[in-house]
């Protein structure tokens, strides 16, 4: 599969996974950083960004991507850093084949992610106003500034109607609160403490479950919290790859 793929630095390996509607973009300030310290490998999954293809209609199909991804560039023993649906994906691959993941960092994530109807509704009938109406009124703290959340509607409008529909769909469709449970990998979980879309519960729960595993909840920070709080979320990252 062709699929786009950056690799910058040297040291810990780790895989930047993307939310739904993303790219690889969005970890912007994460690879500028950690860059320094580890090796940052970005992707961008089928069907946006710079990869050719169509996107996926479920969690396990993004998941079955990974997996070969990451044998085909022999990134085993890897950390998946994955944001909101990247954070499903990667809780689902440490499932299912615990043996290529060295360690989760799981931002804006929950083992559940329920989409509102009206987001599946209306995406394929007005990208533009569904996508302005999730970021700008759901996905950022009101704190954010507003070039940011501007941005960040730029780069979703990037990817095809039909990408983010099924991004959303096989969101909503995932369901792993159970399994969750078996996860033994070392854990790190992050969360923007006035998140609207994975709101900060959804962390808890994981930190509750996941043996071992530590929580940073950021606040004046939503969704987005990579963006709106990089600083934060790097040194987080930094503190729990890079000095374990």
């Not at 960004?49 to 997996?67: C, L, Q």
């Not at 979320?233 to 000095?243: L, Q, S």
């Amino acid at each position: 599969m062709d699929m786009y793929l950056e690799r910058q630095g040297q040291g810990e390996k780790l895989l930047f996974m993307h939310g739904a509607g993303g790219n690889s973009s969005s970890w912007f300030f994460q690879k500028e950083y950690l860059q320094r310290c580890s090796e940052v490998i970005l992707i961008d999954l089928p069907g946006r960004g710079k990869s050719a293809g169509e996107g996926r209609r479920s969690i396990a199909e993004y998941v079955e991507i990974t997996r070969s991804l990451i044998v085909d560039q022999a990134l085993e023993e890897c950390y998946l850093v994955g944001h909101s649906m990247g954070g499903l994906i990667a809780m689902s691959l440490a499932i299912s084949h615990p043996d290529l993941v060295k360690g989760l960092v799981l931002i804006a994530t929950g083992a559940r992610l329920r989409v509102s109807p009206e987001i599946l509704e209306w995406i394929m009938v007005n990208k533009e106003r569904t996508v302005k109406m999730m970021m700008i009124l759901m996905a950022f703290s009101k704190k954010a500034p507003s070039a940011l959340v501007d941005g960040a509607v730029a780069e979703m409008m990037k990817a095809p109607a039909e990408t983010i529909f099924g991004d959303f769909f096989a969101c909503d469709r995932a369901d792993i609160m159970e399994e969750v449970k078996k996860i033994e990998a070392p854990t790190l979980v992050i969360c923007g403490q006035d998140d609207r879309l994975t709101p900060p519960a959804y962390s808890e729960y994981l930190n509750r479950v996941i043996r071992g595993s530590k929580l940073v909840s950021i606040p004046d920070a939503g969704h987005m919290v990579v963006l709106e709080k990089p600083e934060e979320v790097n040194r987080a990252i930094e503190a729990f790859v890079v000095r374990r």
